[in-house]
């Protein structure tokens, strides 16, 4: 469900969310209503204007919450099912009581309880509702005992295998220090009053988004281990707890009142397909890539361009940035059947889609770091047809990057940001008003890159000119030929004078081909140049430049029209470019352009690696998204890097994927070499880590390429400095 700070914080952070008046996706997502206000189970119901966790949370009194217990299948046969392969069943007896990092049973807070007219356990907390976690719902079923945190933001607490996994885990990863530091935070009792005391309703709520499916005939251990083994669940999980731990003092807010930016984002993908008879089992690769979208109603048209908001504002005396998004996409796959027989799926196989996050606070560490816990709405596409499918994406923990801001009034240029979500096709049925989830038709494992640049009413893309760039791309290409796919790495300088880019670029091509074989190509050159121009969009003010481009062969296009190469965007000051590659020479992809620097790269420093490599060997797809790894700069010539990530493997013969495995493997010394210009390299072995750094010093862009055994490995990082 949508982040809640309680009634008034959580209205105020809805009404300063969006941007606007229609020409922002931002707006379109602000404005979705909530369709599960009154349900209590999400088998029952599917919308694009929620997350995928349901409430119950009708008929409540202030300071109420209701208990809800789900369990697997394999305690119980009765009850009412729900997703996950959960069943909703009534306790034999629920306590509420006080709790330390050990699980003890302490004290008891006050509270009165009742029981509604469907049998539900109604609790209300007659000093107010919890906030921290402290204070948990205890319930017992049969020989299955559950815990969940009293302190949800939605007030439908669910006790479930999700809620007990998060009150052992989190909790009694804190010592009573740290613990009680989170309990000053959540009573303020420092005179000060702190945000992060909000992080654990969000916590408590989202774990319950998670798109997890618990197997038949599980029993609540079986439930937990698999939990424990699912890398993108216990990874939020711990990084949550570890969010929580922040103090007042970093809980800030951007220097401007408000900040509107143009989204570029690039998502690869790795799943299985269950969609068509005929393929299903097989493994699936799909990328997905920023799009404008075209709104008609009887108002008129609206142009919807792919947009962050970031909004400050002070409420009760808290400094608060609330965070919001939507990103229209069009995706494009490739199935990977066993026996190596390959079917491209294009853009036109499926309606433009949106990634769209619930509007939301988030803490930001410094001026540098932006982080929170995101939550992302559900949609749906082909609805009115015969084949409705409802499109589910899991939470992340936000750990993005920003510049410092140039003045009090300004916002900073660039929201940087890698993280990793799973999610779901499912196929739905319309039951009157209502969809009802039937199957699942594809599994979805996600790794991110989404670059967000600061948007300039008047930008003149002719500022560009007679600059010099460093530029690097990922891009991939699918087919039913003799390469079915191809992912390509390029590095290379640009030199931008009227329009025109001339450049001189290397790349790299790792290919499967038809038969399975998997082969690399390091030769790659191209000289020849290209086409800039400003993109001038439609807003509800008229024709504004608001720094987005077209990237052409030859031709610039026209506003509403398809770049040959890609739709990109600029930062105010045009140090930092970024563009979509969408069915371009190179493929669909990602490129990034910064303008070339004397300053000398760091020396010294921790940053933050985000990211995505694709791996190919001959009977396996490999997916792995660097999870907030760490990259350390120990002198002017070696660095040190910690790879930690979530993978994902394909095996073609067996037709199986696995789900998101967390990798943390040991550390790895690189030389480092700094080349001028702001070309950097680092590398051990068959390992190269190649690109640039941004004038600033606090941003690397690098493609990653690697060997492995029989696999080849290609992608593209982002290193960003840490406080």
């Known amino acids: 469900m949508r982040f809640t700070f309680g009634l008034l914080l959580c209205c105020t952070l809805l009404l300063t969310a969006g941007c606007g008046s229609g020409e922002s996706a931002i707006e379109g997502a602000r404005n979705q209503p909530n369709d599960f206000a009154g349900n209590k189970n999400p088998v029952t119901d599917f919308s694009s204007g929620s997350t995928g966790d349901s409430t119950n949370a009708g008929g409540l009194e202030t300071d109420e919450v209701r208990v809800t217990m789900e369990v697997p299948d394999g305690v119980t046969g009765t009850g009412e099912s729900t997703r996950r392969n959960l069943r909703i069943v009534q306790p034999d007896r629920v306590s509420v009581y006080y709790t330390n990092p050990a699980l003890q049973v302490l004290d008891e807070p006050a509270i009165s309880t009742r029981t509604d007219s469907e049998g539900f356990t109604i609790i209300k907390f007659t000093e107010g509702l919890p906030l921290g976690p402290d204070v948990i719902i205890d319930a017992v079923y049969g020989n299955t005992r559950m815990r969940a945190l009293a302190a949800d933001a939605d007030r439908d607490v669910k006790v479930n295998p999700f809620s007990e996994y998060l009150v052992r885990n989190a909790l009694s990863s804190y010592t009573a220090g740290e613990f009680q530091a989170i309990l000053d935070c959540v009573a303020d009792a420092n005179g000060e009053l702190c945000l992060n005391k909000y992080v654990w309703s969000t916590l408590a709520d989202q774990v319950h988004d998670f798109e997890i499916d618990i197997p038949s005939g599980a029993d609540l251990q079986d439930a937990l281990d698999l939990l424990s083994a699912r890398g993108d669940f216990a990874r939020y999980v711990s990084a949550m707890a570890g969010y929580a731990l922040l103090g007042a003092s970093s809980s800030g807010k951007i220097s401007a009142s408000s900040a509107d930016y143009n989204s570029i984002f690039l998502g690869i993908e790795l799943g299985q397909t269950f969609l068509e008879p005929s393929l299903a089992g097989s493994g699936q690769w799909g990328v997905r890539t920023t799009q404008e979208e075209v709104l008609e109603d009887t108002s008129g048209i609206g142009y919807v361009y792919p947009a962050l908001t970031l909004a400050s504002f002070d409420a009760f005396n808290i400094r608060v940035t609330s965070l919001a998004s939507d990103i229209p996409y069009d995706r494009e796959a490739l199935i990977h059947q066993k026996g190596n027989n390959f079917f491209e799926r294009g853009s036109d196989n499926w309606e433009r889609n949106t990634h769209s996050s619930s509007p939301g606070a988030a803490t930001l560490l410094e001026d540098t770091r932006l982080l929170a816990g995101r939550a992302l709405f559900q949609s749906i596409t082909g609805r009115g047809s015969s084949k409705i499918m409802g499109w589910t994406r899991n939470p992340y923990y936000l750990n993005a990057f920003t510049s410092l801001p140039v003045d009090d009034t300004t916002g900073p240029d660039r929201v940087i940001s890698g993280y990793f979500s799973a999610g779901k096709a499912i196929e739905l049925e319309a039951e009157g008003d209502q969809l009802r989830r039937l199957g699942t038709l594809e599994d979805q494992y996600l790794s991110v890159l989404e670059i967000n640049l600061l948007r300039k009413e008047g930008f003149d893309a002719s500022s560009l000119n007679g600059r010099n760039y460093n530029m690097l791309y990922l891009a991939t290409r699918f087919s039913e030929a003799a390469v079915p796919m191809a992912i390509e790495t390029g590095l290379g300088q640009w030199q931008i004078d009227s329009g025109t880019v001339s450049q001189s670029q290397t790349f790299t091509t790792v290919r499967r081909g038809n038969a399975g074989g998997v082969s690399t190509n390091d030769t790659g050159t191209r000289t020849e140049s290209w086409t800039l121009s400003s993109r001038t969009s439609t807003l509800s003010k008229g024709e504004v430049d608001i720094g987005r481009l077209n990237l052409d062969i030859t031709t610039a296009s026209g506003d509403f029209e398809q770049?040959?190469?890609?739709?990109?965007?600029?930062?105010?000051?045009?140090?930092?470019?970024?563009?979509?590659?969408?069915?371009?020479?190179?493929?669909?992809?990602?490129?990034?352009?910064?303008?070339?620097?004397?300053?000398?790269?760091?020396?010294?420093?921790?940053?933050?690696?985000?990211?995505?490599?694709?791996?190919l060997a001959p009977d396996t797809n490999r997916l792995r998204h660097f999870d907030n790894a760490l990259l350390t700069i120990n002198s002017s010539t070696t660095a040190t890097f910690s790879p930690i990530a979530l993978a994902s493997s394909h095996s073609v013969n067996n037709e199986t994927v696995t789900t998101p495995e967390l990798q943390e493997d040991p550390d790895i010394a690189l030389t480092y070499t700094r080349t001028g210009d702001g070309r950097v390299r680092f590398s051990a072995g068959n390992l190269v880590l190649e690109g640039f750094h941004t004038g600033s010093q606090n941003q690397f862009y690098l493609r990653f390429r690697t060997t492995e055994g029989n696999e080849e490995q290609a992608g593209l990082v982002i290193a960003t400095r840490l406080p």
Do not use: K, W, Y
């Open 563 to 615: 770049p040959d190469i890609g739709i990109g965007a600029s930062t105010p000051d045009g140090t930092l470019m970024a563009f979509n590659l969408d069915d371009s020479p190179l493929g669909d992809g990602l490129l990034i352009a910064a303008e070339q620097t004397a300053n000398s790269a760091p020396s010294a420093g921790q940053f933050r690696l985000q990211g995505v490599a694709l791996g």
